[in-house]
């Protein structure tokens, strides 16, 4: 075992990541980067006999006011999750920082299948513990519940025949009623933050600010993209796609109130899937939808889009956690659980 540390190190990760099957953007330096300085990262490395890479978690920490560091891990570790060998090397490593940084708990939100029984054996195992009942995006930092489309081989037609008719319909819909696409620059992220804080306002959610977009598209180089859907030359649609390895993610997307019936919504993902395809990609991920899956549900409406594209609803295990101080995460996740519920009625109230 052992950390990246320097400019040598650091390229040998990013090779190791970008090639295995388990890479997630989340868990690159270009990532750590956009979450810098609130959110210091390390990377624990896991290594065979002859010093090859075999496993890596990247990990960032942070001071949180009154209970002090904690250590977080979102979507990894990226190696045989399935090894207990390997997976004892990156906890080994994972122990010393908590050391180092005398942090309360490490967090870890994997995107490992709820099902995967080998998994959460050898975590529990190795002293981890599981906080798997999380239905909606509130209850954690990372969406539980996704859809992901498998288009592994795949060609543009075949991964269309998949989706549903209506679907089908819409995206030529919206061509023909002489909507348009195009790859945008930093510049056009002020339009489509524009469009996103008509987007959170309509559907209640919390919009970052400009710059953290601009910032995205300064460390993330050519892992981002910015596409915008116009109509008479003006911006109604846009969304923000990450390409990381082996798959695509749909990371932001933001639409006006304006022109909804000309289903830009549905061109724009056709867009991104199709440059998925053209990478030769195994995963398209639409990210996260509620775990409540019920028409009454006020984010019913995003589920039945998504699922619409003919992609699997997957669940993940949730948390998996180490607490070093139990009495102390305990308190946090209290306090946590509770500002939540304040912002929730602090939201309504200003409506």
């Known amino acids: 075992m052992r950390f990246v540390t320097d400019e040598e190190s650091k390229k040998v990760y990013k090779e190791f990541l970008e090639n295995h099957e388990r890479c997630n953007f989340q868990q690159s330096l270009e990532w750590a980067e956009v979450k ?12 065979d006999e002859e010093g090859n890479i075999i496993g890596s978690i990247c990990v960032w920490i942070r001071k949180m006011p009154i209970f002090g560091n904690m250590i977080y891990s979102p979507r990894g570790p990226v190696c ?4 207990i060998a390997v997976m004892k090397q990156l906890t080994d490593g994972i122990k010393e ?9 490490f967090r870890n939100e ?26 909606d995006f509130k209850d954690e930092i990372q969406p539980r519940y996704v859809f992901r489309l498998d288009i592994k081989g795949k060609t543009e037609e075949e991964v269309m025949a998949g989706f549903k008719q209506k679907w089908r319909y819409n995206i030529r ?3 023909r009623k002489g909507v348009t696409v195009k790859d945008g620059t930093k510049e056009d992220l002020k ?10 306002k309509r559907d209640g959610f919390i919009i970052r600010p400009l710059e953290y977009f601009e910032k995205m598209y300064d460390c993330l180089g050519d892992h981002m993209k910015v596409l915008m859907a116009y109509y008479d030359g003006k911006p109604i649609s846009g969304v923000i796609p990450i390409f990381y ?11 006006s109130n304006e022109h909804r019936n000309l289903m830009p919504n549905y061109l724009l993902q056709w867009e991104m899937i199709k440059m998925a395809v053209a990478r030769g990609d195994d995963v398209y991920d639409f990210r996260g939808v509620s775990g409540v899956v019920d028409e009454n549900h006020p984010q019913y409406g995003l589920y039945r889009f ?9 669940e993940f295990i949730g948390e998996v956690y180490f607490p070093f101080k139990p009495l102390i995460y305990k308190l946090y996740k209290f306090s946590e659980k509770t500002f939540r519920t304040l912002r929730q009625i602090k939201r309504k109230f200003s409506k």
């Open 36 to 47: 810098k300085p609130n959110w210091k990262p390390e990377v624990v490395l896991a290594e």
């Open 80 to 83: 045989d999750i399935h090894d």
């Open 97 to 105: 920082l908590g050391k180092k940084y005398n942090a309360f708990v």
């Open 110 to 135: 994997p995107d490992i299948l709820s099902s995967d029984e080998t998994y959460r054996e050898v975590v529990t195992n190795l002293g981890y513990k599981i906080k798997d009942d999380a239905k």
């Open 173 to 175: 819909l919206a061509g």
């Open 191 to 200: 339009d489509f933050h524009k469009i996103m804080i008509e987007t959170g």
């Open 245 to 255: 390895g082996n798959k695509t993610w749909y990371l932001y997307g933001a639409s």
């Open 306 to 314: 998504k699922q619409g594209f003919g992609a699997t609803f997957t």
